[in-house]
Nanobody, 115 residues
Framework: QVQLVESGGGLVQTGGSLRLSCAAS????????MGWYRQGAGKERELVAR???????SYADSAKGRFTISRDNAKNTVYLEMNSLKPEDTAVYYC?????????WGQGTQVTVSS
């Protein structure tokens, strides 16, 4: 079992920045993958960014150039640095990790970008 606790969401103006954190209850070193999804009101959940096999990363087109995903193995934490935020980034952001083919989810953190 893995528990994930997200933090860092909030209200920010257009063009602002936020850093989301996802703290895992145990070492993330051996996880097969990890990343962030988001779900806006009335929208489907979409993948924003992920770390796969080692430190390889991938991003949704909407996140490229603005968001950066990273990990700190010593702190068992995954981060999502978000810059140049837009109102369309408003959503609940969920982190996930994959351990032995099981996906674990955090509870979500709200990000609201005002225009």
């Amino acid at each position: 079992q893995v528990q994930l606790v997200e933090s860092g969401g909030g209200l920010v103006q257009t063009g602002g920045s936020l850093r989301l954190s996802c703290a895992a209850s145990r070492s993330i070193f051996s996880f097969n993958g990890m990343g962030w999804y988001r779900q806006g009101a009335g929208k489907e959940r979409e993948l924003v960014a992920r770390i796969i096999s080692g430190d390889s990363t991938s991003y949704a087109d909407s996140a490229k150039g603005r968001f950066t995903i990273s990990r700190d193995n010593a702190k068992n934490t995954v981060y999502l640095e978000m810059n140049s935020l837009k109102p369309e980034d408003t959503a609940v952001y969920y982190c996930y990790v994959i351990s032995r083919s099981t996906v674990y989810w955090g509870q979500g953190t709200q990000v609201t970008v005002s225009s």
